[in-house]
C-alpha cells in the first residue's frame, strides 16, 4: 500500500510564475490536508479537502493561493504569481476520515520544497 | 481555535539516556493527540498517538502520557539511539473534521 505521494518533490518557479503542487492520498483516504513548513519552523495548516469539497480553508492566504480535490486524479495546491515569501517546503496528508468523534491518523507525504527565484 | 505550546525547542542527551518532549494545548475539547517525527529532507512521520480516554500509551522505547485536566501530554524516549535524532512535533485535533494543530517543534540530538 503505497503511502502518500506528492510531487514534485523539488520545484523552481521564477517570481511571478505559476506553481502546482500534487497530492495523491494513501489509498481508500477521501481527506486531504495541506501545510507549509518554513525553515526551523513548525507546520502551518493552509487547507483541508474532501473530494470535490473544501472543508476548511482557514489557513490558505486569500490571494494567489487555490486548491482542488477532484472526484478523478490528486489534490492540487496552486500558487499564482509566486514571490520569494512563498518558498517554503509543501506537505500533504491524508486520512480515512470518520465514522465517530474520534479522529482518524493522518499520514504525510514527503513533501515538495518550492523555491522562488 | 486551539494553540499547542511545545517545550523545549532543542534536546541534547547522551546515548542511552532517556528524552521528555512536553506539550501544552487550550482546547478542552481536543481529543487527539499525535507526535510526528521528521528527519532532514522527509516528511513527518506518525510515530504515536493517544487519545483522550487513556491517559498513557507505549509502544517499545516510545511512551507518550496525557493530563487532560492540565491540558498537557508528554512524549518519553527511553534509551535513546543515535537514529532517534530529528525533530518531533506534538499535535492537536479537536474531533475529525477539524485539521490537526502542530508545535514548533523539538530538535532532538541523541550524542554517541
Known amino acids: 500500500n503505497a503511502g502518500v505521494m506528492q510531487n514534485p518533490r523539488h520545484l523552481v518557479r521564477r517570481r511571478g510564475q505559476e506553481a502546482r503542487l500534487r497530492c495523491s492520498p494513501m489509498k481508500g483516504h477521501s481527506h486531504v490536508y495541506w501545510y507549509r513548513q518554513l525553515p526551523e519552523e513548525g507546520l502551518k495548516f493552509m487547507v483541508y479537502?474532501?473530494?470535490?469539497?473544501?472543508?476548511?480553508e482557514s489557513g490558505m492566504p486569500k490571494e494567489r493561493f487555490s486548491a482542488e480535490f477532484p472526484k478523478e486524479g490528486p489534490s492540487i495546491l496552486r500558487i499564482q504569481q509566486v514571490v520569494r515569501g512563498d518558498s517554503a517546503a509543501y506537505f500533504c496528508?491524508?486520512?480515512?476520515?470518520?465514522?465517530?468523534?474520534?479522529?482518524?491518523?493522518?499520514?504525510f507525504g514527503q513533501g515538495t520544497r518550492l523555491t522562488v527565484v | 481555535g486551539e494553540n499547542v505550546e511545545q517545550h523545549p525547542s532543542t534536546l541534547s542527551v547522551q546515548e542511552g539516556d532517556s528524552a521528555v518532549i512536553k506539550c501544552t494545548y487550550s482546547d478542552s475539547a481536543s481529543n487527539y493527540f499525535p507526535w510526528y517525527k521528521q528527519e532532514l529532507g522527509k516528511g513527518p512521520q506518525l510515530i504515536i498517538d493517544i487519545r483522550s480516554n487513556v491517559g498513557e500509551k507505549k509502544d517499545q522505547r516510545i511512551a507518550v502520557t496525557l493530563n487532560k485536566t492540565a491540558k498537557h501530554f508528554s512524549l518519553h524516549i527511553t534509551e535513546t539511539q543515535p537514529e532517534d535524532s530529528a525533530v518531533y512535533f506534538c499535535a492537536g485535533g479537536v474531533s475529525g473534521n477539524t485539521p490537526l494543530v502542530f508545535g514548533k517543534g523539538t530538535r532532538l540530538s541523541v550524542i554517541a
Open positions: 496528508a491524508s486520512s480515512s476520515g470518520t465514522g465517530t468523534a474520534a479522529y482518524t491518523e493522518a499520514f
Open positions: 479537502l474532501q473530494k470535490e469539497n473544501i472543508i476548511d
